[in-house]
């Protein structure tokens, strides 16, 4: 199992006031101001266990017209107003966070506008993409602020009726007076209701579960049809008068720096307005040294870096391989490492097992692949900063893009925009700093455009990794002992990488009598960091993979195996650890909808895999076919997930279908290497995505559930390649322990 991982969203986020803006029209005013991992469990109430909401109205949302009771709702005579606070990078919070307001409001959904939000900390808290909280951290918050506006409006139905409040009720917008048939719309009381003290947010009365309207229902995205006319919602369709286009060009081997370019004959190329050298601020995840270009546009720009000629310093620059790691991998496989878990007696148990089994697992270092490259709009004028960014942590971008520019991040402002793909690639904000830097020579607004080659070779990766496995059985087939040496990478010589590094609460720490858990790290300068579902989405393959080969070992079922381990239902871990009577209640549900026991034809069958993560309970069941040329045909996952209540039924399902599609095609093919220091592939020819013919069934199972939801970018990708890879073992017999399968010489038909 795995636990959310706050720091791998790092110390990102916050801010302050700015213009409202309509979705797809523009965006969002920022100012920011750095919090370290305390002040941001603090402010957003992780620490005590609840949700930060303030109800104070600021005087710049006052208006005796207008209800605005927080910084969610707008009524006015005109219509409602809702606010989405947090960045849509694809996931459908832009969606999802207002219907949670409006399920409390008892709003018609017919009769809303929602509006992307201003970056303002007062008003909303932190504000940011990641880790798939936006639902748990927003839930309550959300819901207090709808039923907030709902007793306010009621409240001045009641005064203009001369009634008691209690005998009002709401449905659909409207204020309703059932005894005498009378009802207001929410329009018509907006004036009214302003004027009503706001309520005190713990004396509200909220909905139970079963008087829901609108959460669970299938609910399409508020920019679907902006997104179907191609409206410019994205960053890389910003344009401004006067703007011309930038490229950058840094040293293919991080950590190289700019010795020489010929820089007067790339100004002299039609087009190119200026050329010059940024030597880096000295942190790798904001501003690497490079050659700037800019011109009137994009293809003068792109022609002229490739007429560029730079020579670099590479005295300090990488110097990774991928085959040096995987040869220091297979040398320390056999030796011991430090502890991360060690409980019960494994060498005893390994000693005194009926059988044992040993497997060495290999992981690759994989792009995030964003389907929008990275791009930023910058304009540096009178001393200010104003950016137009695609980014998950608008805070961040504000905090590192003033520090580069030399001001105040008081006099930057940040346009908050629709991110063409994230997974966690902008929650690191290179790319807006990059533009800042550029934009304080241009003395125009420039656009900071970014290549697919750029992406590849510059990217913040998903870690590699390899993992000696070792566990015995008694006579019984019980799983007795339980060993992983895991190496993995450090850039610093002192911690993994994010999303490289094992917490004591590793599957099957708790559940399995004696285990041992080593780390070992090896140095790595390449930038490493979050990507989808972090430390899980490999972690699962490894664990479950495994444990499929103990219950082969044994001779017995592999979900008997799993429920056996799970064991008695029971909370683990604290509040955001996993219960085991979920875990298991997902696992007999993704068993029993896949009939898995069936029969099935020669070449085919079925994989299982459970894992937690991002406070998410998911199992999955894969049916595949293998053919005599390893070619493997997914013909179906079954997918039940324990999630909490559903807000929007239609996202929900969209999540779920995504994941298994990503983590599908990232197991099949995809692989980032590195020798002296530089990535090898350049462009999907060499790292070649999932092609809808190959895409599976997916079917969704909701388990029905009361307890707090989570968020579903992330949780639903980790079992997808265990699943898939322990049904290639039911079909034909061969053990897959390498990510992407191509290495073993598998593809997909």
Request: with cysteine.
């Amino acid at each position: 199992m795995s636990t959310l991982n706050y720091a791998d969203i790092g110390d990102v986020v916050p801010t302050v006031t700015g213009e409202r803006t309509v979705a797809g029209e523009g965006a969002s005013d920022l100012r920011i101001g750095k919090l370290d991992r305390r002040q941001f469990l603090k402010l957003t109430g992780l620490v005590g266990g609840g949700l930060m909401l303030s109800f104070t109205t600021p005087r710049a949302l006052a208006n005796a017209a207008a209800l605005r009771p927080n910084g969610y709702i707008k009524i006015d005579a005109t219509g409602i107003v809702l606010y989405a606070k947090n960045p849509e990078i694809g996931q459908g919070v832009k969606t999802s966070l207002p219907m949670i307001v409006a399920e409390e409001l008892d709003a018609a959904w017919g009769d809303v506008e929602v509006v992307q939000s201003t970056i303002d900390q007062n008003l909303y808290g932190v504000q940011f993409a990641g880790g798939s909280m936006s639902i748990p951290m927003n839930w309550d918050a959300l819901r207090r602020s709808g039923a907030a506006a709902r007793a306010m409006l009621v409240e001045a139905a009641a005064k203009r009726w001369g009634v008691e409040a209690a005998s009002l009720s709401t449905q659909d917008s409207y204020v309703i007076h059932a005894g005498s048939g009378r009802k207001l719309k929410y329009t018509e009381l907006a004036g009214e209701a302003a004027a009503v003290p706001v309520p005190d947010p713990q004396s509200l009365t909220l909905k139970k579960r079963d008087q829901f309207r609108l959460l669970g229902q299938r609910i399409t995205g508020v920019d679907n049809r902006a997104l179907v006319r191609g409206d410019p919602l994205f960053g890389i369709d910003q344009t401004l008068p006067g703007m011309q286009y930038a490229v950058y060009q840094k040293c293919p081997a991080i950590g190289g720096k700019v010795k020489s370019a010929n820089l007067d004959e790339i100004k002299g190329m039609p087009g190119v307005s200026d050329a010059f050298v940024l030597d880096g601020n000295g942190n790798a995840m904001e501003l690497l040294p490079g050659v700037a270009i800019i011109a009137a546009n994009t293809w003068s720009a792109l022609q002229a870096k490739r007429a560029l000629k730079v020579e670099w310093d590479e005295s300090d620059a990488s110097k990774d391989s991928w085959s040096h790691a995987k040869a220091e991998a297979e040398r320390l496989r056999s030796e011991s490492g430090p502890p991360v878990v060690n409980t019960g007696d494994v060498d005893a148990a390994f000693a005194s097992g009926a059988k044992q089994a040993s497997g060495f697992y290999t992981y690759h270092f994989v792009s995030h692949a964003t389907l929008e490259p990275q791009n930023c709009t910058a304009w540096f004028k009178d001393g200010a900063l104003e950016l137009w960014a695609p980014t998950q942590t608008p805070g961040q971008g504000i905090g590192s893009a003033a520090k580069v520019v030399g001001i105040s991040p008081s006099k930057v402002t940040l346009h908050q925009l629709r991110c063409g793909g994230g997974f966690g690639r902008r929650l690191y904000n290179d790319f807006t700093t990059e533009a800042a830097a550029i934009a304080k020579r241009a003395g125009v607004p420039i656009k900071l455009q970014w290549t697919r080659e750029d992406d590849m070779a510059y990217d913040l990766y998903r870690a590699g990794g390899f993992h000696q496995m070792d566990g015995s059985v008694d006579e019984n087939g019980k799983i007795t002992g339980w060993r992983d040496r895991f190496i993995t990478f450090t850039n610093d010589g002192r911690r993994p990488v994010s999303g490289g590094g094992l917490s004591p609460g590793v599957f099957p720490a708790g559940l399995v009598d004696s285990v041992r858990v080593e780390q070992t790290a090896l140095p790595w300068k390449n930038r490493c960091a979050a990507w989808r579902a972090p430390g899980s989405n490999v972690f699962g393959f490894v664990v479950q993979g495994f444990l499929d080969e103990l219950a082969h070992l044994a001779g017995r079922d592999p979900l008997e195996v799993l429920l056996e381990v799970l064991g008695e239902p029971r909370q683990m871990g604290g509040r955001r650890g996993m219960h085991t009577g979920r875990a298991a209640g997902v696992v007999k549900l993704a068993a029993k909808e896949a009939g898995w026991g069936r029969e099935l034809p020669d070449g085919h069958g079925l994989g299982i895999a459970f894992y937690y993560s991002h406070a998410g309970h998911i199992a999955e069941v894969a049916e595949v076919s293998v053919d005599d040329q390893k070619q493997v045909k997914v013909h179906k996952v079954t997918v039940a997930a324990d999630v909490g209540p559903i807000v929007n039924l239609s996202g929900a399902e969209n999540q779920m279908q995504g994941s298994v599609v990503d983590g599908l095609s990232t197991m099949t093919g995809l692989s980032v290497t590195f020798e002296d220091g530089r990535v090898e592939q350049s462009n999907f020819d060499q790292y070649p995505m999932l092609r809808m013919p190959s895409t599976p069934e997916v079917a969704v199972h909701f388990v029905d559930s009361d307890y707090p939801p989570t968020g579903l970018g992330e949780p639903a990708l980790p079992p997808l390649a265990p699943a898939v890879c322990n049904a290639i073992f039911a079909a034909c017999g061969h053990r897959i322990r390498t990510l992407p399968i191509s290495e073993e010489g598998f593809s997909l038909a």
